[in-house]
């Protein structure tokens, strides 16, 4: 049952590419113009990736249902079980009341929605982006902002937006490691280009969200509190990749960002309070009377610490399961840790974490050249050892306890306990969080079962062909292409699995330099996060707008692809007009 994946199934590349792009063309249709619902949307962009992966490209039947229930069991855990215990930690907050303090200590830092957005979205959001990732922030950011008051579009739009600069380093820098481990460019190459690449998006950023909200005008009365937030990540940021490593960057950046920017607003006041008007956006002179903005009464310290222990047990949760020695051990018990320590791969426990080969689809697919650096030799498909090596993996590890989600629902007990919540309350949250999350759950095991279906059907990598076919101006397009494969994906570390193999020899081909061309997939593909399937329900899901998945993705579209649009701006004149800064691999 072994199948080589071909990429152009139609003896035309511009043909092929246009029936490998229609399942994508399908849902952000259906989404965005017929504005059908999000699960009905995902399924028949689901249908098409299938019927032309099968009618198509030839991948066989039993291979391409495999595929279809393997991306679905990946939604549920570890992309849903994330957001289910994210909002059900938020849930709790607000059904305690805790939240109306938080968010009245909020708006005594600073009533500004503008400054509101930069302290969750940009700051907050980035150290959360580099302690966990894979929807995190998003999650835990826009439900933030929607309670305190921001509209449920603005807070799930300017979620998304934010969640670009950080994403390249998140995770514990997981993309980046994984872009390494793909490439065989050195860690540092790969740490060092990232951070001299996305520290111009870093000041853009926080600028972008502010204009988003309010417009240029909006964006004058802010700008100091704007430089601070993106000038104090972007610096860091840069620093940190360049002489340290990629496992911190978003969390030292983003903390220092945070702390910062609070700081200055100690100091610092806009003339003029932004908020959320019945008719839209406005903004209002600070000395005009508006309920929405009155000072609030001091808080006592002790209340105010009790209101943000949830959030305080969620930094520190999502923070630990992030790392790997944490991970080996939840994964493989004091063996694992051992293992881990000792520079070898964690062994992975059958009671922890079991795993399992997906049946008729684990080393059973083989990508071909180009997207692989050598062809497929066809007289050992059979050979087991080089189909270990050769074929791709399809393995669904069970890891209940290591998954971040996991993390975020102990968070959630400590809080239950800390706040003293009856159990009877606390079932009859967690009853309820479930209840409402049943659609955007199915929803999303929809979106990554079709992301699936594109990477094993070999769809993606038809559509990621059609960019090496640009000539000089590749390195633009090669930013793209990284943002491809996250739209595609989901995720920045599985878009360097997709296409971090195959940009390298696209560089190498066209003459320019590997590690920078390498390295715009990753920084490149930051900016497809906001538009992803995946994102887009997960910031449906925490802000309750089910069902308006399409009005979201209008909201964010033109934005990711103007800084995709920048980044490949910056990797074109890294490549001719500044190539020092491009570090030796």
Known sequence: MTWIQIYDPLGSPWLSTVVAALPIVLLLVTLAVFEWKAHWAALTGLLAALAVSVVVYGMPVPAAAATAIYGAAFGLLPIGWIILNAIFLYNLTVETGQFEIVKSSVANLSADRRIQALLIAFSFGAFIEGAAGFGTPVAICSALLMGLGFTPLYAAGLALIANTAPVAFGAIGTPILTLAGVTGIPVMALSKMAGRQLPFVSVIVPAWLVATMSGWRGLNGVWPAV??????????????????????????????????????????????????????????????????????????????????????????????????????????????????????????????????????????????????????????????????????????????????????????????????????????????????????????????????????????ATLGLAFTKTGWLYPFFAAYLGWLGVALTGSDTSSNVLFGSLQKITAQQLGLDPVLITTANSTGGVMGKMIDAQSIVVATASTGQHGQEGRILRFVFWHSVALAAIMGLIVMLQAYVVPWMIPAS
Request: net charge positive.
């Open 227 to 460: 430089l601070i937030c993106g000038g104090v990540f972007g610096v860091l940021q840069f620093m940190w990749s360049n002489w340290v490593g990629p496992e911190l960057v978003d969390i030292v950046a983003g903390l220092a960002s945070l702390a910062a920017l609070a700081g200055f607003c100690r100091v610092w006041k806009p003339r003029e309070i932004f908020d959320f008007g019945a008719d839209g956006a406005r903004t209002v002179p600070r000395t005009a009377p508006a309920p929405t903005f009155s000072v609030q009464p001091q808080i006592a310290r002790a209340v105010l610490i009790r209101a943000w222990m949830p959030w305080v047990f969620l930094s520190i949760m999502v923070m630990l399961w992030g790392l790997g020695s944490v991970k080996a051990l939840l994964n493989g018990g004091p063996d694992g840790f051992a293992l881990y320590r000792s520079g070898k791969p964690p062994s992975v426990s059958m009671v922890l974490a079991p795993t399992w080969d997906v049946p008729l689809l684990h080393r059973l697919v083989f990508r071909e050249f180009p997207v692989e650096p050598a062809p497929v030799d066809r007289t050992r498909l059979e050979d087991p050892q080089y189909r270990n090596t050769r074929a791709e993996a399809a393995r669904y590890t069970l890891n209940y306890i290591s998954a971040t989600g996991t993390g975020i629902l102990i968070a959630a007990i400590m809080t239950a306990i800390y706040l003293g919540i009856p159990r009877r309350q606390v079932l009859a949250i967690a009853a309820m969080t479930l209840r409402r999350m049943r659609n955007p759950l199915f929803t999303i095991a929809l979106m990554l079962s079709l992301g699936y279906v594109t990477r094993y059907g070999g769809t993606d």
